[in-house]
Structure formats: structure tokens, C-alpha cells
């Protein structure tokens, strides 16, 4: 604040005014001082004008203040001078607030407006998207990301589609080259069975039980009628076939049975008694086979072979008469016949035994058991106690009371009856056991039983080093020039090769043609064609080695026909099961590769409906760019109107 003495004041404008009207007097003739005046003049006036422009904004005015002239008074106080209306007041001197008009303010949110709506087209336009995030379109947003997630799901399943694919056709390829590889095989099979085999001897045959002569099924000596058919609505024909080892199978033959499988009850041919027969027969262990000679006459065949080989056959009741004549016939029994050829049975003996030889050995206390095992087959063990058999518990023992048990337990193993007997030498002292049937491929091996501790020529405690042994032997009778017997030989080698085919047609560790167990699953390939897995395909695989294709090696070198017409029956199957699966792949091939294409199709479409939601319009949004971009132009011109009334003002300042 400002203080003024009014007298103070008065005194100086006297003296000020005395001392200007004495210059004007003295230099109203002076040139020099004229032109000085002039120039102090003009350079007030511009310093005025640069004071009134020193702020960066030349619209903007700039604050004014009071400018006084102030002398000290002679009370030593601070003096102005102001106009009459403010003196003897105390007045305060602040600066005015900025002001803009309507206008101005008007064109500024319209540029600032337009700026905004400039970014957010620069931003669409340098990510092509108009929905960037949630804040943009929500609905949008989420659900383009929802499609884009389902997208990826299924693309990441395509992969491994892609590697089904190719592992079926892995597969497949193997199937090929094994199919090649059995035709290779029949081919060598055909070329054995082209040559003339000189071998002498014969094979060792099974027991046969037939009618007797006379007893033709076709109508001569038996029941039947003038057409050689058999009347069974009211007759019935039960008889039983036991074989050598105890083994046993009832047949009968009445209307219940025959029913299902005949055309006419009342007219029942030969040919329905035999399949009838034989679907029984099958159904019990198939220890015989049914068939009729040439002249009609039934009969009944032992599968095992060999002179262990017997059968027998007894009536039990019945009004009709197929052969063996009515009601409870006498039994009829046969023997098989060792072969001739030179062929041999596995055969293990145990080490003599004085005791077994005496009639002395004791088994009232203690335990002689031991295991069989024939060829690489399941291990049996025969216990040889009072405990497993009470007529063992005596002292008295001899070689042939052992020999029974073992067969007495062996007959009742139906894994291993009539595929291995024992026999005793009570003179030597000796238990043997061999196989039923001859060929290479025969092998017995009879070790002692852990909890043995009575010998009885196979040690005790199961220890190996006085387990025994055995392998049969193929005919010895081959041709001359041995050609059969290379080609045997060339035949297992194609086998062999097979498996090894088989093994090696995997891809990414997945082998659809081998496992190593009979589980299916081992070897099953999991397709999924959705992201939750409830759509997929399960493709199974096969194990098809040569014993997974039903082929056997050739153990006879190929001394017999029959050995390789088996062989060919055998390689003809196996190329039919390969023609079948081969048609399963190719069907699954198919399917999967119309399920890749319906994946790839349904990700273009997830792809293309997440574009289509957030995608920006590049045309719209060049179009907006450039509209933009002249609205900001017009509204800065707009601005610069809207300041010529305050430029106006400017002019009349200057």
C-alpha cells in the first residue's frame, strides 16, 4: 500500500511546473534541442510497445501496473501521484485472470476432440483391429478370444491327427512287405511239394476205433433207410470215447441234440451224424475226431499218436444203430502206431535208483516231487507225497508206483494230458518220461521240485544239475539230394523275416503289427479329434509276427507231404487275415483323414469368425484418417477468427 501527502504533493507539481515552463523558454528556438526531443520521444514509444509484447503469447495481455514517480518527502515518506478519485485511499494492486471468449473455448474442444478421434484411428489403423481390448467392445472381445482359444485347442490336436495318419501308413506298409514275404514263403512250400520225396517209412498214426465191416452209415447193416438217412425224432444212440491217459467225452445223438442242426429230424444223413459227433467231441477236449471210410462205415480217431496213443469207445444206451450197435455196446479199443520213418520222441530217464529197483523206496515221510515242462510251454509240477496221494505213503515203493502217480496227475492237467507219459523200468530202477507225439520240435525237461527231498533219479531241491533232458527227432528218411530239406531251411528264414518286419513298422514309438503280450491295448492308438476328448478314435493293433499270423517253422525238414500241405494251408490263412486287416487300416485311414479336414476346416472358420468381430475396415479407417486430418485444419483456422477481435484491439494499442 501506497501512502501520499497531499502537500508534498502540491509542492513538487509548483516546482516541476516552474522548472519545465523556464526549459521551454530556453530551448524553443534551439534546433539541436528540438530534434533531441523528438528522438527521446520515439524511443519512449517503442519501449513501450516491447513492453506490452515481451510475454510469448501475443493474445495473451499483459498485467499493467501503476507506475509511479516516487520521491522521498521531506518527512522522508514515499509520494505519487494518482488520479483525484483514489488520493486520500488506500488502494491494492492485483493481477487480472485469463479470459477467453466462447468461441475460442468452442474451437479448443473441437480440437481437442478431434485429436482424440485421430489416435484411436492411428491405433486401428497400425494394429488392423478395431476391438483391441475389453474397454473397446467387451462382448466382442471375449467372445473373439473364446474362438481363438477353441482355435488353438484344435490345433494343437491336428498334430498328432497328422502322426495317426502316418502310423497307419507306417502299418500299412508293413503289412505290404509281409504280404510279399508269406508269398514267398508258399512259393518255397510249392517248390518242396514239387519234389519227389524217396523217403521210406511213415509217420507215427493215432489210434482208430471204426465200425466194424458191414455197418455202413448209407444203409448197409445199420438203421438206416432205403436212402441212407436215420430216423431220429423217437431214437437216440449215447456212447462214450475215453482215450489212453483217462480222458473222456460222451456223445449223444437224439432229437434235442440233432435239432438245431439238421434239416429234417427224420431224415438225418451221415454227414450231420459226423459234424454232430465231432462239435461234442470238440466241445470236451477234442481227444478224437469223427469221420467216415469210403464205404460209410464211422469212425473215431485219437489226436494223439504213437503207440501211447489208444482209444476206446463204449455204448451206454440208445435204440439206433450207427455202427457199434444198440443200447450199452461192448467196447470197441485200438491202438496208434509208433512211425517208421526215423523219427523220435523227446524222452528224459532219470538216474537209476537201487531202492525203486528193491521194492524198498519209502515215502512215508519226506517229499520226491518234481516238475515237467514240454518244450517252452507253462511248468507242471507233480507232487509226490502221502499228502497229494495217499498210496504213496508206504515203504514199499517201487519204479512203477511212481510212474502212476506222475501219469494219474499228468491225465488230470488238461494242459498237458496226452502230450506226456512215464514209464518205469522197475529192473533198472529207472522213471522215464517222454512225449506222446515225435518231430524235432519234441523237448522234455524234468528237474526236481524245490520242497523235494527224496531222489528219485531227477535230484532233490530243485537243483538244475541233475535236471533231465530230452528232444525228439525229425524222419531221417529226406530225399537224396536234400533239396527239401534246404528249402525247409529258406522257409524259417522268411519266417523270421517276418517278424522282424513286423517289428520295425512302428512310427514315434507306436507299432500297430507287434506287441509283445496277447493285450491289445499294448499296441492301441488313441486319436482325439476335439479338445475334450469325447470324440475319438481307437485303432487296435495286431501281433503279426509269424506265430501271430498262425504260421509254425518247419521241424521235419519237409520229409512228408503232409508236413507241407500244412505249411501251405497255414501261409494261405495268414495271407487272408493280412487282407483283412490291411482293409481295417485303410478304413481308418479314411476316417481320420476326414476328421484332419474337418479340423483344419473348423479352425479356419474359429479364425476367420475372430477377425470378423474385432478386424478394423483399413478403407473406413483411411477414410476417417483423412476426414480428420482436414477437420483439425478448419477448426485451428476457426481458432485464429475467433482472435481477431483481441488482434483488433492489439492495432488500436499499437
Known amino acids: 500500500m501506497i501512502c501520499l501527502d497531499q502537500n508534498a504533493f502540491r509542492a513538487r507539481d ?4 516552474l522548472r519545465a515552463s523556464a526549459r521551454r523558454r530556453r530551448t524553443a528556438f534551439d534546433p539541436i534541442a528540438r530534434r533531441r526531443r523528438v528522438a527521446d520521444s520515439s524511443r519512449r514509444a517503442r519501449s513501450t510497445k516491447r513492453s506490452f509484447f515481451s510475454t510469448s503469447d501475443p493474445f495473451k495481455p499483459r498485467p499493467l501496473t501503476a507506475s509511479l514517480h516516487s520521491r522521498k518527502s521531506p518527512t522522508g515518506s514515499l509520494s505519487g501521484s494518482l488520479d483525484e478519485v483514489t488520493r486520500n485511499r488506500r488502494i491494492s494492486v492485483m ?6 471468449s466462447a468461441a475460442t473455448r468452442q474451437n ?15 491405433s486401428r489403423l497400425s494394429t488392423q483391429k478395431k476391438v483391441n481390448s475389453a474397454l473397446d467392445n467387451p462382448v466382442n472381445f471375449f467372445a473373439a478370444q473364446a474362438m481363438t482359444a477353441r482355435s488353438s485347442d484344435l490345433l494343437s490336436l491336428l498334430d498328432g491327427i497328422s502322426n495317426g495318419i502316418q502310423t497307419i501308413q507306417a502299418a500299412n506298409q508293413g503289412i505290404t512287405r509281409i504280404q510279399g514275404l508269406v508269398d514267398s514263403a508258399k512259393s518255397t512250400a510249392q517248390q518242396a511239394l514239387a519234389i519227389q520225396n524217396s523217403s521210406s517209412g511213415a509217420g507215427a498214426t493215432g489210434a482208430v476205433v471204426a465200425a466194424a465191416n458191414g455197418k455202413s452209415l448209407l444203409g448197409s447193416g445199420t438203421a438206416a433207410a432205403a436212402d441212407g438217412t436215420h430216423d431220429f425224432s423217437a431214437n437216440a444212440s449215447v456212447f462214450s470215447v475215453t482215450d489212453a491217459f483217462g480222458n473222456s467225452a460222451s456223445v449223444t445223438l437224439d432229437r434235442a441234440k440233432l435239432t438245431p442242426n439238421v434239416k429234417d429230424i427224420t431224415k438225418v444223413t451221415s454227414d450231420e451224424i459226423v459234424a454232430q459227433a465231432n462239435q461234442q467231441l470238440t466241445a470236451q477236449g477234442r481227444i478224437a475226431t469223427a469221420s467216415l471210410t469210403n464205404d460209410g462205415r464211422l469212425t473215431f480217431t485219437s489226436t494223439s499218436t504213437g503207440t501211447d496213443a489208444k482209444l476206446t469207445v463204449t455204448g451206454t444206451s440208445g435204440t439206433i444203430d450207427i455202427g457199434f450197435g444198440t443200447g450199452a455196446f461192448a467196447a470197441v479199443t485200438a491202438s496208434g502206431i509208433d512211425s517208421t520213418d526215423g523219427s523220435a520222441k523227446a524222452n528224459a530217464t532219470g538216474i537209476a535208483v537201487s531202492t525203486l529197483s528193491g521194492g524198498t523206496f519209502d515215502l512215508t515221510a519226506g517229499d520226491a516231487s518234481i516238475t515237467v515242462q514240454l518244450g517252452s510251454g507253462l511248468t507242471k509240477t507233480i507232487n509226490l507225497n502221502k499228502a497229494a496221494d495217499a498210496t504213496l505213503g508206504v515203504s514199499t515203493l517201487k519204479a512203477s508206483d511212481i510212474a502212476a502217480a506222475i501219469n494219474k496227475q499228468l491225465n488230470s492237467d488238461t494242459g498237458i494230458s496226452g502230450k506226456v507219459v512215464a514209464v518205469a523200468d ?8 517222454r512225449s506222446t507225439a515225435s518231430g524235432g520240435d519234441q523237448k522234455l525237461t524234468v528237474t526236481s521240485a524245490a520242497t523235494s527231498t527224496k531222489d528219485i533219479g531227477f535230484g532233490t531241491a530243485g537243483d538244475v544239475s541233475k535236471a533231465r533232458s530230452g528232444t525228439g527227432a525229425g524222419s531221417t528218411g529226406a530225399n537224396s539230394t536234400g533239396q527239401r530239406s534246404a528249402l525247409a531251411q529258406q522257409f524259417n528264414d522268411l519266417l523270421d523275416q517276418i517278424s522282424m518286419v513286423a517289428q520295425d513298422a512302428r512310427f514315434q514309438g507306436v507299432n500297430l503289427l507287434h506287441r509283445s503280450g496277447a493285450d491289445s491295448k499294448e499296441n492301441t492308438l488313441h486319436l482325439t479329434f476335439n479338445e475334450k476328448d469325447t470324440s475319438f478314435l481307437d485303432i487296435k493293433g495286431v501281433k503279426f509276427d509269424f506265430i501271430g499270423l498262425g504260421i509254425s517253422k518247419i521241424t521235419g525238414n519237409f520229409a512228408t507231404n503232409d508236413e ?5 494251408s497255414q501261409l494261405t490263412n495268414a495271407a487272408s487275415t493280412l487282407r483283412s486287416q490291411a482293409s481295417t487300416f485303410g478304413s481308418s485311414l479314411t476316417v481320420v483323414q476326414n476328421r484332419q479336414a474337418l479340423t483344419k476346416g473348423i479352425i479356419n472358420v474359429l479364425d476367420v469368425g475372430a477377425n470378423n468381430l474385432t478386424i478394423a475396415d483399413l478403407n473406413e479407417e483411411t477414410a476417417n484418417q483423412k476426414a480428420l486430418e482436414l477437420r483439425n485444419s478448419l477448426a485451428i483456422s476457426a481458432l485464429s477468427l475467433a482472435n481477431q477481435a483481441q488482434q483488433g484491439i492489439l492495432q488500436l494499442l499499437r
Open 426 to 433: 522197475n529192473g533198472a530202477g529207472t522213471v522215464s518220461l
Open 564 to 568: 507241407v500241405k500244412t505249411a501251405l
Open 14 to 17: 509548483e516546482r516541476t511546473s
Open 108 to 122: 479448443l474442444l473441437s480440437l481437442q476432440d478431434t485429436a482424440s478421434l485421430l489416435a484411436t484411428t492411428q
Open 95 to 100: 493481477p487480472s485472470e485469463i479470459t477467453l
